[in-house]
């Protein structure tokens, strides 16, 4: 479904990302890991057409998305998470989830939407009229991950969804992602918490100065040397 080749992005004079290269199949989570300011955050951005590729293509069913705009990458069945929720906190639950669906639903569609997203966060139906910047780390993480929804995404890139979060919600949250895989989604997963990502992912790729340190499955990895050593406390 996700081909990245070759990307690289700069910010000035900075180099955040030099090359990375990652696939991500149909109905997979692909977990994507590694230090603070590897270039994990700057991946999902040129993914999704917010951050401008300096070299390196991003591939989406087939077809190069690279430098489109984000509307249109989103119209093609993309939708990002991003990292520290972002919602709304003076709007409602209801007007959260209704922006995630109003540039990409014809309007119709909306309520049905909005009500399959409240049977899927049962949370948020019994939070609907709240506003959003009353609602818990975890409730303001799950509303984030459903507005994203509403835009009937098949893939979606998710930012760091346990930052902030207690123990016993980050449970919640990835329970929830695993959910979505087996309702068809297909997942890229951006996790500082590396033990969390790989219990959960298919496959994974380990970032490191914004180059591929290591891929493989989440199987190979968690018994890798490298990350046992470098990620897993080993
Ligand atoms: P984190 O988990 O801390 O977000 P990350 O792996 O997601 O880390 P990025 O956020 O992609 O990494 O950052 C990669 C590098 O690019 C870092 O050195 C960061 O300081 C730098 N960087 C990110 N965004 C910008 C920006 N808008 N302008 C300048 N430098 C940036």
Do not use: C, W
């Not at 991950?145 to 990835?174: H, N, Y």
């Not at 298919?202 to 050593?229: F, I, K, M, W, Y």
Request: cysteine-free; glycine content about 10%; proline content about 4%.
């Amino acid at each position: 479904m996700l081909n990245v080749e070759g990307l690289k992005i700069r910010y000035g004079e900075v180099e955040a990302v030099r090359r990375v290269d990652l696939t991500v199949g149909e109905g997979e989570i692909v977990a994507l890991v590694g230090a603070n300011g590897a270039g994990k955050s700057s991946t999902l951005g040129a993914i999704a057409g917010l951050v401008p590729a300096a070299a390196g293509k991003v591939v989406l069913d087939g077809a190069d998305v690279t430098g489109l705009a984000p509307e249109t990458i989103a119209r093609r069945g993309v939708a990002l998470v991003p990292e520290g929720r972002r919602i709304f906190s003076s709007l409602s639950v209801a007007e959260n989830l209704r922006l995630g669906g109003a540039m990409h639903l014809p309007a119709p569609d909306m309520q049905a939407r909005e009500e399959e997203m409240l049977d899927l966060f049962p949370i948020l139906r019994r939070y609907h009229q709240i506003k959003g910047g009353n609602l818990s780390g975890g409730e303001q993480q799950m509303l984030a991950i459903a507005r994203a929804l509403m835009s009937k995404p098949r893939l979606i890139l998710l930012d760091e969804p346990s930052l902030g979060l207690a123990p016993q919600i980050i449970d919640t949250v990835f329970d929830l992602i695993a959910d979505l895989r087996r309702k068809g989604l297909t997942v890229l997963l951006v996790e500082q918490n590396v033990a969390l990502a790989l219990e959960i992912a298919d496959r994974a790729t380990v970032l490191s100065n914004g180059e591929v340190a290591l891929a493989g499955t989440a199987r190979e990895l968690a018994t890798s040397d490298l990350v046992r050593q470098a990620y897993l406390g080993a």
